[in-house]
C-alpha cells in the first residue's frame, strides 16, 4: 500500500479552484468599461457639448418653423407712394402682396407686374418685418395729346400710349393729329421723335418765325407736319437738320413767296402753290 502525499493532493485540489475565481474577477473588473452606465453616458455628452448642441439644434428647429408658418409674418400691409394717375387698390391688387410671407417676397418679380401697366414706368419694392410691404412708383406723365380716329390718348414724351382721354383737352394742350389708319391701345407706341418734334415746333415757331401754326399733325409716310390758318401745309418730317428747315421757312414767309405746300426735307425744299408749281 503506497503512501499517499497529502501536499499533492492538496495542491491539485486548490489550483483548479483559484484558476476560475480569477477569471471571473477579471470579468467582473472589465464589465463596467465595456458597457458604461445611462448615467455615465450622459456626463460625457454634456462634456463633449454634444447634448447642448443638440438642444440648440431642436430650439433652432422650432423657431423657423414658427418663422415659416406663423400668420404673424404674412404680408397685412401695403404702402404706395408716388401714385398720381393710378388708385393705390388697384396697385395693390396687381403686386399680389397681400397675403403672401414676407420670406418668400420676390421684389423683382412684383416689379414686373406693376410695369405691365402703361402708366408705371419706375418701381421700387421693400418689405419690412414682420408684415409690412413699402411701393414706390415713379408715373408716366402725359405730355400731349395723340388725335386718332377722332379719340384723344394720353401719351408720355418717351411715346408710350397711356390711355384714352375721358375729357376734351385743356386750352394750350398740344395735341398730334394722326393721319395714318390704324388703331391704338394703351400700352402701344408712337413715334417718340414725332412728340419731341411737336413739342419744339410748338416752342419755337411762334417765338422765332411769328408764326402760330394752326394744328400739327403726323403721318407715316410724312413724318410731322404743320398746317396754318391759310390752308398751307408745310412737311417737316423728322427732328434732324431742324435749324435748316426752320431758316428755309423763315425766309419763304418773310419773301411773301405763296405756297400751299412745303416740303422741308430734301437739301433742296420743295414747294407748290394752289395753281402752279414751283421750285
Not at 104 to 130: C, G, H, I, K, M
Request: with cysteine; aromatic share 8%.
Amino acid at each position: 500500500m503506497r503512501p499517499v502525499d497529502y501536499k499533492s493532493t492538496t495542491a491539485q485540489k486548490r489550483t483548479p479552484a483559484r484558476q476560475p475565481k480569477r477569471a471571473n474577477s477579471r470579468r467582473e473588473r472589465s464589465s463596467p468599461q465595456a458597457r458604461p452606465g445611462l448615467r455615465r453616458t450622459l456626463l460625457e455628452l454634456i462634456k463633449s457639448g454634444q447634448l447642448l448642441s443638440f438642444c440648440l439644434f431642436l430650439v433652432t428647429m422650432w423657431v423657423l418653423y414658427h418663422l415659416f408658418t406663423s400668420p404673424q409674418f404674412n404680408i397685412q400691409a401695403v404702402d404706395v407712394h408716388g401714385n398720381n394717375a393710378l388708385k393705390t387698390e388697384i396697385i395693390v391688387e396687381m403686386s399680389g402682396l397681400q397675403g403672401v410671407p414676407i420670406w418668400f417676397v420676390n421684389a423683382d418679380a412684383v416689379a414686373q407686374r406693376l410695369l405691365q401697366n402703361a402708366y408705371v414706368e419706375q418701381v421700387s419694392v421693400n418689405v419690412t418685418l414682420p408684415d409690412h410691404a413699402s411701393i414706390g412708383i415713379a408715373e408716366r406723365k402725359p405730355e400731349v395729346r395723340w388725335q386718332l380716329n377722332g379719340m384723344h390718348y394720353l401719351v408720355d414724351s418717351s411715346g408710350v400710349v397711356l390711355d384714352v382721354a375721358q375729357a376734351p383737352p385743356e386750352p394750350g394742350t398740344l395735341v398730334i393729329m394722326d393721319t395714318t389708319v390704324h388703331n391704338l391701345e394703351p400700352g402701344n407706341w408712337v413715334d417718340a421723335d414725332a412728340i419731341q418734334l411737336a413739342q419744339v415746333l410748338a416752342l419755337r415757331l411762334p417765338s422765332e418765325l411769328d408764326f402760330m401754326p394752326a394744328g400739327i399733325g403726323w403721318d407715316i409716310g410724312l413724318g410731322v407736319f404743320i398746317t396754318s390758318d391759310s390752308g398751307q401745309k408745310i412737311i417737316f418730317g423728322q427732328s434732324d437738320n431742324l435749324d435748316r428747315k426752320l431758316a428755309v421757312l423763315n425766309f419763304l414767309l418773310n419773301d411773301g413767296t405763296a405756297f400751299t405746300y412745303l416740303d422741308l426735307r430734301p437739301s433742296n425744299p420743295f414747294y407748290q402753290n394752289s395753281s402752279a408749281d414751283s421750285q
